[in-house]
Structure formats: structure tokens, C-alpha cells
């Protein structure tokens, strides 16, 4: 069985194609131009990850919301119960873009931060 990856992490978007077993396990990597490739759709296989992006309530300041994303990616199983904490969050103003708005979020080591000021 074969699996279909769009590498992200340069603009040359390669098609990386994984050959898996059938327990899901590797068994090659290919369409890769260079080994960053690889790495990426092995994480993108066994582990996804996603920077959250989202907003969170505000109050004292101009807008209503607060656009916040954490400051390294998270487990991508987690973002339905992240959307979930930060609904329930609240920031008074004012914020500077970068303030941490909640340590290490969900236990992940990651940092929800403020994305601009308030
Ligand atoms: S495999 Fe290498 S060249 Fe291709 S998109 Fe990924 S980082 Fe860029």
C-alpha cells in the first residue's frame, strides 16, 4: 500500500510516496528531493503535528477577540480539545503580540501566544 504526502516544508511541495506494510509500518520513502523530506513525512506519518491558529476573547480593548497560535506544533489529535480550551479563555487587555497566554497548553511544551497586540 502506498501513501501520498505533500512536503510542506519548502515551496517545492514534493509528492513524497511511502511504502507501507500492512501494519502502516514504512517500508520506503520516495518523491523526496532531499532528506528534509523524508523526516517530514515520517513525522507526518507516525506523529502529525499543527501550529493551532485561532482567537481567543478579549476585553479592554478595541476588538472583542484576540488572534493567539501556539509557538511550536502540537499533537494534530489534540487540536479538537485545544479549540475547546481556548473557548473558554479569556484575555484582558492590553497584550503585546508574543505574551505568553498559557504555558506549556495541554501539557504539549508548547506556548499559546498572542499574535498581535491588543
Ligand atoms: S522534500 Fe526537500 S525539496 Fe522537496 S519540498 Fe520537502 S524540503 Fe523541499
Known sequence: MNKSIICTVCPM??????ELDD???????SGNRCPRGKTYSIKEHT???????????AVG???????VRTD???PKGLLLQAMKETAK??????VKMGDVIVEN?????ANLVASRDL
Open 105 to 109: 497548553f495541554l501539557n504539549t511544551g
Open 72 to 74: 511550536k506544533p502540537i
Open 13 to 18: 511541495s514534493c509528492n513524497v510516496t511511502l
Open 89 to 94: 479563555i479569556t484575555v484582558k487587555a492590553p
Open 61 to 67: 480593548g478595541v476588538h472583542p477577540l484576540l488572534p
Open 23 to 29: 501494519n502502516g509500518e514504512i517500508i520506503s520513502v
Open 47 to 57: 506523529a502529525p503535528e499543527r501550529t493551532l491558529t485561532t482567537t481567543v476573547r
